[in-house]
T-cell receptor
Framework: GQNIDQPTEMTATEGAIVQINCTYQTSGFNGLFWYQQHAGEAPTFLSYNVLDGLEEKGRFSSFLSRSKGYSYLLLKELQMKDSASYLC?????????????FGTGTRLQVFP | EAQVTQNPRYLITVTGKKLTVTCSQNMNHEYMSWYRQDPGLGLRQIYYSMNVEVTDKGDVPEGYKVSRKEKRNFPLILESPSPNQTSLYFCASRTTAPGYGYTFGSGTRLTVV
């Protein structure tokens, strides 16, 4: 089967760094996405990894290891507005489909 | 403004009464998808479409229909809604260019009584 695991909840302090992990077991791999979702709102796209390594975008970075089926999202200089759920999603099919599997999300609470 | 527009935002209906949730995007995206989001289960893909007249099942297609007659529109149809279809629904679209994620609509909260 297809499975994506993330921690359910995390807490951190304003100004700190937090790492949100995601492990996946899928029938194939064609890219991994991270999304941010504030309570009551739609998800918004943060990052995409298809090759091993680190992708940096401002305060957010995402890492991928395909051999380990592992990714993490790194948030630096945390701000109160970063309190949200963070969703990991994998495209499991290398062929011409748009199938996506989402993890259940990690709810991050940032405290002053 | 580039966006995905879903309607309605909120809907309460009765079991068995056919309904359609509309979705329209103005970004000329090829890919469109429907998701439902339930507590503890996350986002699950219902159907997706890779272009006009090309649709395929996601992970939870039972009880739903879709059509893609025009590139911008991707309606979700519930022919005979049941209470287990009470959920938060999101439409999303994206370009075929690699490295770009979905743009999601604002969501439709559906309650079937």
């Amino acid at each position: 089967g297809q499975n994506i695991d993330q921690p359910t909840e995390m807490t951190a302090t304003e100004g700190a760094i937090v790492q949100i992990n995601c492990t996946y077991q899928t029938s194939g791999f064609n890219g991994l996405f991270w999304y941010q979702q504030h309570a009551g709102e739609a998800p918004t796209f943060l990052s995409y990894n298809v090759l091993d390594g680190l992708e940096e975008k401002g305060r957010f970075s995402s890492f991928l290891s395909r051999s380990k089926g592992y990714s993490y999202l790194l948030l630096k200089e945390l701000q109160m507005k970063d309190s949200a759920s963070y969703l990991c999603a994998v495209s499991p099919n290398p062929y011409n489909t748009d199938k996506l599997i989402f993890g259940t999300g990690t709810r991050l609470q940032v405290f002053p | 403004e580039a966006q995905v527009t879903q309607n309605p935002r909120y809907l309460i209906t009765v079991t068995g009464k056919k309904l359609t949730v509309t979705c329209s995007q103005n970004m000329n995206h090829e890919y469109m998808s429907w998701y439902r989001q339930d507590p503890g289960l996350g986002l699950r893909q219902i159907y997706y479409s890779m272009n006009v007249e090309v649709t395929d099942k996601g992970d939870v297609p039972e009880g739903y229909k879709v059509s893609r007659k025009e590139k911008r529109n991707f309606p979700l149809i519930l022919e005979s809604p049941s209470p287990n279809q009470t959920s938060l629904y999101f439409c999303a679209s994206r370009t075929t260019a690699p490295g770009y994620g979905y743009t999601f609509g604002s969501g439709t909260r559906l309650t079937v009584v």
